[in-house]
């Protein structure tokens, strides 16, 4: 992360990292064995006690403050304590999100007065929210200049202020974000591992991108998704369903990309630019949300082309071959096969074959390889295409049965 004057390195091979610069100090200490993280921060401001806590005793201002907090929301206020709702969001490369929500307790001690100036603190505590736990405190420190007392009224102008805005927290995530960045000379964020030991969750399925694996699978609700890596952070994803449904059913559904929106739950556009022949030019974008409010975007812009109705012995097979022209990866191409096994002695052009005899066997397949840009890695990119791919393939099951029925 790039700030003015500094950088911050969060490594995955150390248990304290520091960030100094622009007067600000960082430093963040991990945990493995307890995916715990620990974060202290302070900073010199030329201001008096009384105006650093002011503002940042002003819960709802924050989102007109500072570009991270999303929301920051007032709930109740009890004596010294001020419930507040809070939505932070962090931007991170190829249009991925980090989010997190917590309901947390700010607690507003009082103020204690030293031999050198003065000291207050606000301790919070999450009391809801997307961390396991989240507690810490704000701590402001004035050192007094001059021979004034504190409580002199008429020293305003003439009073030196040196005050201490510091900042301490532990907090223990639902899932362990493994993010290093760091500066190169051409300034740029270099994400070298993320997520990389992470578990997804599907409708009677699950599936799990390791570290030390080369090959993971899916397999339930009817469907299969199998991920491998096959080297220079690429990755291959390949999925297969079965659908009580015709060819023809299943395709009109495939091809009718400008529909995904609707169709599909983490597709968020899709719109066709433009169609020649078979070859259709579409644009899409598309959106997973992960654990801990994380949410995956990305946007390419994809030929799809179609080809013929092959006629087999068992019945009958149509691709849509389709490859990526620009977008937010480096490299995206594959397949969509529709395989329909036939039951009966029906002839194709049998008029009278309607689908209330006809007896279908259908089988949707997906291949795909799959190149992230170079930040990303390809676990984290494969793995999140094959949520993508599990969704669709099962969305289009679903439609392509609600015709049929």
């Keep these: 992360m790039n700030y003015k004057g500094a950088s911050i390195t969060i490594a995955g091979d150390g248990n304290s990292q520091t960030l100094c610069g622009d007067g600000v100090y960082v430093e963040i ?6 995916n715990t993280g620990r974060v202290g921060s302070k900073i010199e401001i030329d201001a008096s006690l009384d105006t650093v806590w002011n503002i940042l005793t002003d819960y709802e201002k924050f989102v007109d403050l500072v570009p991270c907090v999303a929301a920051s929301r007032l709930i109740e206020k009890k004596a010294n304590i001020s419930r507040v709702h809070q939505v932070g969001q962090i931007n991170l490369p190829l249009e991925l999100k980090f989010s997190a929500k917590a309901v947390v307790d700010y607690n507003e001690k009082d103020v204690g007065i030293l031999s050198h100036g003065r000291k207050r603190y606000l301790e919070f505590k999450m009391i809801e929210g997307d961390f396991q736990f989240y507690h810490g405190k704000w701590s402001v420190e004035q050192f007094n200049g001059g021979n004034c007392e504190v409580e002199h009224k008429d020293s305003s102008l003439t009073r030196k202020f040196q005050t201490i805005l510091s900042y301490e927290a532990v907090a223990n995530t639902a899932i362990f974000l493994n993010i290093w960045c760091t500066n190169t000379e051409k300034k740029r964020l270099v994400v070298t591992g993320f997520v990389i030991n992470m578990a997804m969750s599907y409708k009677g399925a699950s599936i799990t991108i390791a570290q030390d694996e080369n090959s993971q699978s899916l397999c339930g609700d009817g469907v299969c998704v199998e ?19 015709s060819l023809d059913t299943v395709w009109n559904i495939l091809t009718d990309y400008e529909k995904y929106v609707d169709l599909v739950p983490c597709v968020a ?7 020649k022949a078979n070859i259709s030019r579409v644009c899409q974008v598309g959106q997973i949300n992960l654990p ?14 179609e080809k013929d109705v092959e006629i087999l012995s068992h019945g009958r097979k149509r691709c849509v071959e389709f490859k990526m022209i ?14 329909q096994f ?12 309607s689908l209330i005899t006809r007896k279908f066997k259908t089988v949707l397949s997906y291949e795909a390889v ?10 984290l990119v494969a793995g999140v295409l094959g949520k993508e791919i599990k969704e669709n393939i099962s969305c289009i099951r679903e439609a392509a049965q609600k015709v049929i029925n």
């Design 370 to 379: 799959v190149k992230p840009k170079p930040w990303m890695p390809v676990r």
């Design 227 to 245: 991920i491998k890596m096959i080297g220079n952070n690429t990755g291959r994803v390949e999925s297969k369903i079965e659908i009580d449904a």
């Design 29 to 34: 200490k991990e945990d493995r064995e307890s």
């Design 292 to 305: 801990l409010g994380l949410k995956f975007s990305a946007k390419v812009v994809v030929d799809y082309n």
């Design 269 to 275: 556009a899709s719109h066709l630019v433009e169609k």
């Design 326 to 339: 620009e977008g937010d990866l480096q490299f995206y191409q594959g397949k969509w096969s529709v395989e």
């Design 342 to 353: 036939n039951g009966g002695n029906c002839e194709e052009d049998d008029i009278d074959s």
